[in-house]
Antibody, heavy 112, light 107 residues
Framework: QVQLKESGPGLVQPSETLSLTCTVSGFSLTSNSVHWVRQPPGKGLEWMGIIRSGGSTDYNSALKSRLSISRDTSKSQVFLKMNSLQTEDTAIYYC??????WGQGTLVTVSS | DIQMTQSPSSLSASLGDRVTITCRASQDIGNYLSWFQQKPGKSPRLMIYGATNLEDGVPSRFSGSRSGSDYSLTISSLESEDTAIYYCLQYDKYPRTFGGGTKLELK
């Protein structure tokens, strides 16, 4: 069945770069898009970006200058990199496909 | 960017009540509107897609509708398991945008 799982550091220092990995199973990245969505504690959902089946990307306007999404199709992995992290980037980060299949999310705390 | 204005932000209702949550789109999004349910500590769950289509496994008491730029999620008879936060999402244009959420509680 379709599964997605996020992994990465739980704690990131301010001004540093966040690197997250989404490992998928049950579907092919060359046939399906993967999105990233984040949710600050106690707040709403924010769409971050997408990497399409063909490898093209689109990003949230507010994050575009700091955000990069890439993939390794041979490993069924999608990567999120976001630089210049601040405390307001503290959130649960989700990867998902077709908005029907979500990972469990990974909490990233930005703090010194 | 398309703004999705969701109302109300919170709602208290009794078991068996009919409940309606609404999202208004700032631009035409056709029927490219989904609804999600999120319970504490869980990932969001897709409930409705294409404004009116029920995702597999979603109880039939949930329904979606559209009137112009207003999109609604209705629960015909509220059950205790429906207490959650609900979000709309437009997926017509990039960037995709969510509504602010509606917290549904039992009275």
């Amino acid at each position: 069945q379709v599964q997605l799982k996020e992994s990465g550091p739980g704690l990131v220092q301010p001004s540093e770069t966040l690197s997250l990995t989404c490992t998928v199973s049950g579907f092919s990245l060359t046939s399906n898009s993967v999105h990233w969505v984040r949710q600050p504690p106690g707040k709403g959902l924010e769409w971050m970006g997408i990497i399409r089946s063909g490898g093209s990307t689109d990003y949230n306007s507010a994050l575009k200058s700091r955000l990069s999404i890439s993939r390794d199709t041979s490993k069924s992995q999608v990567f999120l990199k976001m630089n210049s992290l601040q405390t307001e980037d503290t959130a649960i980060y989700y990867c998902l496909s077709r908005f029907a299949y979500w990972g469990q999310g990974t909490l990233v705390t930005v703090s010194s | 960017d398309i703004q999705m204005t969701q109302s109300p932000s919170s709602l208290s209702a009794s078991l068996g009540d009919r409940v309606t949550i609404t999202c208004r789109a700032s631009q035409d999004i056709g029927n490219y509107l989904s609804w999600f349910q999120q319970k504490p500590g869980k990932s969001p769950r897709l409930m409705i897609y294409g404004a009116t289509n029920l995702e597999d496994g979603v109880p039939s008491r949930f329904s979606g509708s559209r009137s112009g730029s207003d999109y609604s999620l209705t629960i015909s008879s509220l059950e205790s398991e429906d207490t959650a936060i609900y979000y709309c999402l437009q997926y017509d244009k990039y960037p995709r945008t969510f509504g602010g959420g509606t917290k549904l509680e039992l009275k």
